[in-house]
């Protein structure tokens, strides 16, 4: 009988084991996985607004994008040219730093999951089994099953507890002998006054809330400012690459020219030290052909990682695209400044936050001030056994014990209720102040913006007509060096500028590029296409 019993518990013991290790398999990594990413998207979708901009390139890079995402392979196209609009998506779709943001994102939701959690009726379950073999005693088997709601706080601060409890003990030698019983347990407690109130409560999952949207509007203000940093970059380079060409084709013109003078000096018509002079300028022409050459390099290779390819990959920029800006020419956007400022403090995101924060501000000195009065909760318990022996199924509510009291909190010693209170008073001042400070700081934004606009445009149009000087000096200057009018040193000084001028235009050129695109960004009015490319 003995080994019987030993045999049927431990076969009971192992059942158990395998039905619990089965229960918790039954939940994969990847299933909690899904489900947060599923959780997390779904309060980011809810809490996104049309005026944020387009929904789409959020998600994390192990998460499946949606259809509109930018899908584009990180790796080289096979031309190894790569577009303007194939740079922004592949930045868009691959830069680490944009990764980051999303990510960033993505763990603020993955946060308020955490907080919603708080404040959810949160039901537990668990099975503990043992086996004790005692010389004296004999032996038993013994399970213990709870299950109920763990200590839960609701939204208005009613805090609650509640749980049974299942016990059920065999004596398996000696007398054999079974008890089985139950017990029924809770307790609750109902802020009725001052802070506790339900108010911290509150408090606590409405921040939670509010930092997700903030986060929202950061993250669609980032992706503005990522677009024209990768904008800017491109036509950076491109900018380096027209610079290399222009100070070959300036360091082949000094050749030429020093081999037309050193004929013209075997001649008798120039003078050897014009000879000389040429030499020194191909000198310095070939020194800044190699610098210029060095520079474009640099930039493209810290563009490459911009893109999130390796250095050594071999890429060019399409100088088309210098073009494109060329037919575009100058354009003014339609705005005078006082209607810029009025849209920027309408639509800058980075500012609707910090106007926000007031709110929160406010909603901390409220609640601080509550924390200095008196506090009073109302509290409950109940605890109920079952019958003896093995009457488990009737609770004994008759003779269960029952408590209800207050439970008050008064306001002698409020030393940290003090300090809290001060420091949300200052608090509240100081985000005024960052409040205010930021609203100047988009009137700036704007205003610089619009200033440097306009300068680039002006700069443009001077640089061309320079350009178109320089070269008719380069046209004269050759004529009459040929008649013998000029000295040699007045044609290479009218290549010099000639070089400064072709430089300066593609430099104004890019310049208003940058500052008409970084003008609609300051406003708040340039959106993200699902492309990553942009729109007004």
């Known amino acids: 009988m003995f080994y019987k019993f030993r045999l049927v518990t431990l076969l009971c013991c192992g059942l158990c084991a395998v039905i619990l290790f089965g229960m918790a398999g039954a939940c994969s990594p990847e299933y909690y996985k899904a489900d947060a990413d599923e959780e997390v998207y779904k309060i980011i979708d809810s809490k996104w607004q049309d005026s944020f901009g387009q929904k789409v390139n959020y998600t994390i890079s192990d998460v499946s994008p949606s259809p509109n995402d930018v899908q584009i392979e990180k790796a080289v196209p096979l031309s190894g040219k790569i577009s303007l609009a194939q740079a922004v998506a592949m930045a868009t779709a691959h830069n680490r730093d944009y990764q980051r943001q999303k990510e960033q994102l993505y763990l603020t939701a993955l946060s308020l999951t955490g907080t919603r959690y708080q404040y959810a009726l949160r039901w537990f379950g668990t099975i503990d089994g043992s086996y004790t073999d005692e010389k004296d005693n004999g032996d038993d088997v013994s399970f213990e099953a709870k299950g109920g709601v763990d200590k839960t706080q609701l939204l208005d601060g009613v805090i609650v507890n509640t749980g049974i409890v299942f016990d059920w003990v065999r004596f398996l030698t000696g007398a054999p002998r079974t008890s089985l019983s139950s017990v029924l347990s809770g307790d609750v407690a109902v802020p009725l006054l001052g802070a506790g109130a339900g108010k911290i409560a509150r408090e606590n999952l409405t921040q939670a809330e509010r930092n997700v949207l903030y986060q929202i509007r950061a993250f669609n203000r980032y992706r503005k400012t990522f677009v024209v940093s990768i904008v800017t970059g491109y036509y950076r380079v491109l900018q380096r690459r027209d610079e290399v060409t222009n100070s070959k084709n300036n360091y082949k013109r000094a050749v030429e020219s020093k081999q037309r003078l050193g004929m013209e000096a075997k001649a008798g018509r120039k003078k050897p030290y014009e000879v000389d002079q040429a030499e020194q300028r191909v000198l ?15 930039q493209l290779d810290e563009f490459k990682i911009t893109l999130s390819l390796p250095t ?54 409220i609640l601080a001030a509550d924390g200095l009065g008196p506090q009073l909760n109302l509290t409950g318990s109940i605890n109920v056994n079952s019958r003896e022996k093995t009457d488990f199924s009737q609770l004994q509510f008759h003779e269960g014990a029952y408590q209800v009291g207050l439970d008050v909190d008064l306001p002698l010693d409020r030393k940290n209720q003090r300090n809290a209170y001060r420091e949300a008073l200052i608090t509240l001042e100081w985000r005024q102040r960052e409040y205010d400070n930021d609203m100047d700081e988009v009137k700036l934004d704007v205003r610089q913006a619009y200033r440097r606009l306009q300068e680039a445009a002006e700069s443009y149009r001077i640089q061309k007509n320079s350009l178109k000087l320089a070269e008719k000096r380069v046209e004269s200057t050759s004529l009459l060096l040929e008649a013998g009018r000029l000295r040699a040193r007045d044609l290479l000084d009218a290549q010099d500028d000639l070089l400064k001028a072709q430089n300066s235009v593609t430099r104004a050129l890019v310049d208003h590029a940058i500052a008409k695109l970084g003008f609609f960004r300051d406003v708040g009015v340039l959106q993200v296409r699902p492309d990553g490319m942009w729109e007004q």
């Open 284 to 298: 310095t022409a070939g020194d800044s052909y190699v610098r210029a050459q060095r520079r474009y390099e640099q």
């Open 312 to 365: 050594d990959a071999e890429v060019e920029l399409d100088q088309n695209e210098l073009k494109v800006l060329e037919k575009i020419g100058i354009s003014q956007p339609d705005y005078t400044l006082d209607a810029a400022i009025e849209t920027a403090l309408l639509q800058r995101l980075d500012l609707a936050n910090s106007t926000d924060s007031i709110d929160d501000a406010v909603r901390n000195f």
